[in-house]
């Protein structure tokens, strides 16, 4: 059984150039891609709801039931207890989405077992639920110092390492599982969201394809190519990406920023992508872009007072964020429009 962790993540890790744009997209400024992907993990690092970073599907975790060669490599001391007679409920409390019972059980089975390396899976990858990244890097470390073939523990370390932003190091992690597995569509899913937000955007675009042709179900893949996409102007692929993202996982905000910026570059029906931009605000507040996008969609509408108080919304959380450069253009943008006309 192939592994599929799966990230979330997440992404609209790109640049959008003015000349990539055509018809009312011209009027949106650029996209900083780091910018974005850090709102993202931000944004899931503090969601209550089920993430889009799913370490593990039911499906994945069968191999942890019978283990399979080269992949999970065992080693039981059996001491005061049967460490499968925890594993098992441990494992169940993963699905159940119970991570801080899959924890405690796992915790009981190192304890007494420190070998067993299927307790290590199970609680690293709950500890990516409960935003511990810390512990999960610690975790993946003891699953690859026993088992260097180990995909599981290369997965969970380049989700880790990812929401650290430790970008370069989450690369090469899904670098060594794909080595391992070719056929891991987690790995090429997160590969997809590393690259784009280290601005390859061909390599992040070839990723993101060969995840979604091994799983067509990761939101992460498509929110990374769709944002890929409205970089290179291709409008109608980004909107087809960013309906899959919002079917697939619509607790994400970036879907909706995604597909907004979609609407403006098809020209298409301008509601539509206030509608969008609302919904996304509603689910996070802090994202300039979509102050951006909303106000740009107001100056469609020579709507200009609405205008203003977007882009200075826009220019305040860009400044907040730490974003200078991208606070400055928004000034320049307002110092240009209210500045008397000649």
Excluded at 124 to 135: I, K, N, R, V
Excluded at 197 to 224: G, R, S
Excluded at 232 to 257: C, E, H, M, R, W
Aim: glycine share 4%.
């Amino acid at each position: 059984m192939k592994k599929h962790l799966f990230i979330l993540c997440v992404i609209g890790a790109v640049t959008i150039t003015s000349m990539a744009l055509v018809g009312h997209a011209k009027q949106i400024p650029d996209i900083d891609a780091g910018m974005v992907l850090n709102q993202a993990i931000n944004e899931q690092q503090t969601q209550n709801s089920p993430y889009m970073f799913n370490p593990f599907t039911p499906a994945d975790m069968t191999d942890l039931q019978t283990s399979t060669p080269n992949l999970i490599k065992i080693k039981i001391t059996v001491r005061k207890e049967n460490p499968d007679s925890l594993f098992n409920p441990a494992l169940e409390s993963f699905r159940a989405r119970n991570y801080p019972q899959a924890i405690e059980l796992s915790n009981k089975i190192i304890k007494d077992n420190k070998g067993y390396t299927k307790a290590y899976v199970i609680r690293g990858a709950s500890e990516l639920y409960t935003h511990d990244y810390d512990a999960a890097l610690k975790d993946a470390n003891n699953i690859l110092s026993s088992d260097p073939s180990n995909t599981h523990g290369y997965n969970i370390r380049a989700v880790a390492n990812l929401f650290l932003h430790h970008t370069d190091q989450s690369l090469i992690d899904c670098e060594k599982s794909l080595s391992i597995d070719p056929q891991n569509a987690f790995a090429h899913s997160v590969c997809s969201v590393d690259y784009t937000m280290t601005h390859n955007y061909d390599k992040a675009f070839d990723y993101a394809n060969k995840a979604l042709i091994q799983n067509p179900e990761l939101p992460e893949a498509y929110l990374a190519r769709g944002f890929v996409n409205v970089t290179l102007g291709n409008f109608q692929q980004a909107f087809d990406d960013s309906n899959k993202v919002i079917q697939l996982y619509p607790g994400t905000s970036l879907g909706y920023t995604l597909r907004a910026y979609a609407t403006i570059g098809l020209d298409k029906n301008i509601e539509d992508a206030m509608a969008d931009v609302n919904r996304s605000i509603r689910l996070n507040p802090n994202l300039p872009y979509n102050y951006v996008v909303l106000g740009t969609a107001n100056k469609i509408r020579h709507e200009n007072v609405q205008m203003i108080q977007n882009y200075e919304t826009a220019m305040q959380l860009f400044e907040k964020n730490g974003n200078l450069e991208k606070a400055q253009l928004m000034k320049s943008y307002l110092d240009d429009y209210q500045k008397p006309q000649e």
